[in-house]
């Protein structure tokens, strides 16, 4: 097929039918949402039967209610490993179909069995596999069809769906949970996601063997500092270097913060400014605006900067932020608030476009599907802070 002069048609629609797979497996993001609805609080105790639209179901700990989240992260992250290998080997339609059945049986059979053990199963074990095979099946499909100086930019949009997601399911799932019930948001949900991830996966495809992705339309722009590999690293060889153990390291440290926020969100807000309580649910819709847009900016910049660069960067204002935040929260400062939370959703989110694009720039485009599936390690790692969050 030989390099084309510019990219085609057919690599924005992959990248926009990616983005939509993603804005369903995001579900995860707005969990807060159910987590406010599921815990005791300080009008109940665990164990305690609910009544209404909810009966059947009982309250359960903080700990108890970020268990879901956290095994359902890890599963993701563990899940990526076989999606990716799906992915490199026939395709990423076959691993998104298994995504959307898997992501909407499991949030039927959580809202069905309506008990923590059904929560486990379903949203934690079934919802995890399904985000795995159907991450690992958008991202690396996407990613081929463009060369290296718009790898950052082109993994931003991809997984922007995944972190913006929380911007229509967090209202949605509130108003659904006040409407229906538990049980009710947990089957619409489930439903709706098969259905859209099924459908969307139907437009992802693979280039030809033989395509060559067009380069930069100017000398300016290669002169970006941007390396890329010029091998294609196996998975096996890649787990003989020390830039492997350094990049799941690195997803370790840029994750657990934001992931430690994103479980804790609503109820953040409300133990900040009670007042704000019925309004909680904006804080996660805002962090989902900030989670996406962080990946788009992100990747832009470190397309011009270098990944390094954009990840000190957005490291070191995190940090700032992050310790800010107990010293917020205490002054009841609901607007602060909004802006070290931000600010952790933004680094957060830029770091998932910058490791997909880091782990091609070392090791080459054509195993990326198994290659970042390995590196995602050190995000399902990751997930265990918030769950440590919770028995602190």
């Excluded at 949900?189 to 693979?206: E, K, N, Q, T, Y």
């Excluded at 294609?232 to 270097?241: E, G, I, K, V, Y």
């Excluded at 605006?289 to 470190?302: D, E, K, Q």
Aim: with cysteine; hydrophobic share 50%; charged share 5%.
């Amino acid at each position: 097929m030989g390099q084309p002069t510019r990219v085609p048609a057919q690599a924005w629609i992959v990248t926009g039918a990616g983005t939509v797979v993603n804005l369903c497996l995001g579900i995860l993001y707005a969990w807060s949402v159910w987590k406010a609805n599921l815990i005791a609080g300080s009008e109940h105790r665990p164990g305690e039967p609910m009544t209404g639209l909810n009966a059947g179901w009982h309250y359960l700990s903080d700990a108890q209610a970020t268990w879901e989240y956290a095994i359902c992260g890890f599963v993701f992250a563990l899940f990526m490993i076989p999606g990716g290998r799906l992915q490199d080997r026939y395709g990423p339609r076959v691993g998104a179909t298994l995504a959307g059945l898997c992501l909407g049986s499991g949030c039927i059979l959580a809202g069905v069995m309506k008990s923590y053990l059904g929560m486990i199963l379903g949203f934690g074990l079934l919802g995890g596999i399904g985000m795995g095979l159907g991450y690992a099946a958008a991202t690396p499909a996407a990613v081929k069809w463009f060369g290296p100086h718009r790898r950052g930019l082109i993994v931003g949009l991809v997984v922007a769906g995944y972190g913006g997601a929380s911007i229509y399911i967090a209202p949605l799932a509130k108003y659904l949970i006040g409407a229906y019930g538990l049980t009710g948001s947990f089957v619409i949900l489930g439903v709706l996601f098969a259905a859209v991830i099924i459908l969307a996966g139907r437009f992802l495809a693979m280039p030809p063997a033989d395509y060559v992705p067009p380069g930069p339309a100017s000398a300016a722009t290669a002169t970006r500092p941007v390396v890329s590999a010029t091998v294609d690293w196996s998975a096996r060889a890649m787990l003989c270097t020390w830039q492997f153990y350094a990049l799941v390291l690195l997803f370790i440290a840029s994750a657990q913060s934001g992931l430690l926020v994103i479980a804790n969100a609503v109820p953040m807000l409300k133990e900040t400014s009670p007042a704000s309580a019925q309004f909680a649910w904006i804080l996660a819709s805002f962090g989902g605006l900030v989670n996406a847009s962080g990946r788009i900016g992100t990747g832009m910049y470190s397309d011009r900067v270098g990944r390094a660069n954009a990840y000190a960067l957005n490291g070191i204002v995190s940090v700032i932020c992050l310790l800010a935040t107990p010293w917020v929260m205490a002054q009841g400062q609901a607007v602060l608030l909004f802006v070290v939370v931000g600010v952790a959703f933004w680094q957060y989110g830029g770091s998932l476009s910058l490791m997909p694009a880091f782990t091609a720039d070392f090791f080459g485009s054509k195993n990326l599907g198994l290659n970042y599936g390995l590196v995602f390690l050190g995000w399902g790692f990751a997930f265990f802070v918030p769950q440590l969050a919770g028995y602190i």
